[in-house]
């Protein structure tokens, strides 16, 4: 196992909430070779053969175990892909927790984009949880492009969770799902864009099957000159339903477009979508600060309520 | 001790301009309970904007406590012991009822002392303390927490702007309960209401009348509230249903 150093481990701290080697199976990835892995008697985590990524393999029936796989990169100028196939066995129940946090102290970008799928058997449930963060005072920008894909088997439930609060520059998310009859698909995505960062987050979520549903919800603040999309798609392709949320707030001179898009192919498709975009209103300002906050610290603790 | 003097604060609308308080001079004296009441439109809800500053006077001095706090900001005046409720609470998405008690108490309050305060305005504060302050709860229900956000702040002077608007009236027989408790446990401090309910004018150690921007009248519940029953000023559930069904049937 390869030595962490401060900035690895406070990065590792950031996007996984590891203090120290986390329990069960593990994978940390390092600039890019791996500074540690271990398998469980259930779970295994194999590297692909041309080293792009891994294979994780959770057997049927395993309950209440968790996968790590988080990534920090600290060099800066470093540009990398990884795919990190998830295979989830019929009647599992585990938890994954995945994340990349870059410090970039450098001129040059550093980029991580990480496709992960996951093949969700039927009757097994997962619940994923994502956390991107950057760091370093460097011009170098800091990268990250997450392509998520779910196949969700008969029965299957996924709960994701995706977080990016700080210090990402630039981020192209796009989140493909797949749901047979009785799945259920829950995503909650929280963002949050400064200075001059950029982030576009798409969603295309297809319900083929009887009782699948999906409910996919962002919510997201973008401030200084930071700009944002979101697009949400979701297909009926069977009775079903499907529900996507977007609500954000604006700062500064922060832009926001959210597009949403429902598709039914079959009459008994239920789809509903909700957009909101505007300022913090000015009341709850008002609110916190006859409890002798200031606009400040009353602007501070409405965002983090949204965002939590 | 709170006074105004000579407060007057005017709106522009439609390119006139129009006196929405004139003049107003008047004293909240310590360990008083006041109700002000008058017709809808009279002011009242502006009064209390300007007192904790929300809104600025457009002439006039306000002195807490002997300091002219005219110019201070509503941080200011909340951080020198002023509190308020709202008429309609303020809606949050996230916060939950728990950060806002602690907000208020302005520091790490326990679960447990948390509850106090809501077991203060009738809530059963297990089933409440983790919920987010959205339109998931009912208008009574913000009304309680919006009293409790008050009372946890602890506050010289307290204001509440129509604790009654906008909730049902056996809601409303619950909250009498809680502010006859406060007129109870008064000590060092002030409280201010807007209201129009006989039981609350009845509470009341002076009753002030505001009337198209103007005190028309101001003493103790004694000498004013005989002159108010019956009006619309001061009336009871049952009244207001009576006045209400003989006003259509005219």
């Known amino acids: 196992m390869i030595q962490l150093d401060e900035i690895q481990k406070r990065l590792l701290m950031e996007v996984a909430d590891l203090h120290k080697v986390p329990e069960g199976a593990f994978n940390i990835r390092s600039n890019g070779e791996s500074a540690g892995r271990q398998s469980s008697a259930n779970i295994e985590i194999i590297p692909k053969d041309n080293g792009s990524g891994l294979d994780i393999r959770i057997k049927p029936g395993t309950k209440n175990e968790s996968v790590h796989i988080p990534v920090v990169m600290t060099k800066s100028g470093l540009t990398e892909v990884v795919y990190n196939d998830f295979y989830i066995g019929e009647g599992a129940d585990v938890t994954i927790v995945a994340g990349c946090g870059i410090d970039n102290c450098g001129p040059k970008d550093s980029e991580h984009d990480g496709i992960h799928r996951f093949f969700i058997e039927k009757n097994a449930s997962v619940k994923y949880v994502e956390k991107h963060y950057g760091s370093g005072e460097g011009t170098g920008k800091r990268i990250l492009n997450p392509g998520t894909e779910v196949y969700m088997d008969e029965g299957s439930y996924a709960e994701m969770e995706m977080v990016q609060i700080k210090g990402v520059d630039d981020t192209n998310r796009k989140t493909t799902a797949n749901l047979k009859a009785g799945a259920k698909l829950i995503v909650r995505e929280r963002l949050m864009t400064h200075g001059e960062q950029r982030a576009i987050s798409l969603y295309d979520v297809t319900l083929d099957g009887e009782g699948a549903s999906a409910d996919v919800v962002s919510r997201s603040v973008a401030r200084d000159n930071s700009y944002q999309e979101f697009e949400a798609k979701i297909i009926g392709n069977a009775p079903c339903h499907g529900h996507t949320e977007c609500d954000s707030i604006i700062m500064d001179n922060g832009r926001i477009l959210a597009v949403p898009g429902l598709e039914a192919n079959n009459v008994d498709a239920e789809l509903f979508h909700e957009a909101a975009i505007g300022k913090i209103a000015g009341e709850q300002l008002t609110k916190l600060m006859t409890l002798g906050l200031t606009e400040a610290e009353a602007e501070e603790q409405i965002i983090n309520g949204f965002l939590k | ?250």
């Not at chain 2, 003097?5 to 008083?32: A, C, H, M, W, Y």
């Not at chain 2, 002392?113 to 059963?124: E, F, I, P």
């Not at chain 2, 009248?217 to 049952?238: F, H, M, N, R």
Request: charged letters at 25%; hydrophobic letters at 40%.
């Open chain 2, 1 to 250: 001790m709170l006074e105004l003097k000579n407060i007057s604060f005017g709106v522009e609308s439609d390119g006139q301009s129009k006196e929405i308080i004139r003049d107003v001079s008047l004293t909240i004296p310590d360990n008083k309970f006041v109700v002000i009441t008058g017709p809808n439109g009279g002011g009242k809800s502006t009064l209390a904007k300007l007192i904790v500053g929300i809104e600025k006077p457009t002439s006039g001095q306000i002195i807490l406590n002997g300091e002219d706090i005219t110019d201070k900001t509503i941080t200011e005046r909340a951080k020198m012991g002023m509190g308020y409720a709202f008429q309609q609470p303020v809606k949050f998405k996230g916060i939950t009822v728990l950060d806002l008690v602690r907000l208020a108490a302005g520091k790490r309050l326990s679960p447990g002392d948390a509850c106090d305060y809501l077991a203060a305005v009738g809530m059963c504060a297990r089933d409440y303390i983790d919920r987010e302050v959205d339109g998931s709860l009912s208008g009574g229900e913000l009304k309680r927490i919006e009293i409790a956000t008050v009372l946890a702040k602890g506050s010289s002077l307290s204001v509440f702007d129509e604790p009654e608007a906008g909730i049902d009236l056996w809601s409303f027989g619950n909250l009498i309960e809680v502010f006859e408790g406060m007129r109870e446990n008064i000590h060092d401090s002030s409280i201010l209401i807007i209201s129009h309910q006989e039981r609350i004018l009845n509470i009341a150690d002076e009753i002030i009348v505001l009337s198209d921007g103007k005190v028309t009248k101001q003493g103790s519940k004694e000498d004013v509230l005989p002159g108010l029953i019956g009006t619309s000023a001061a009336i009871t559930g049952c009244s207001k249903v009576v006045m209400r069904k003989g006003g259509e049937a005219k």
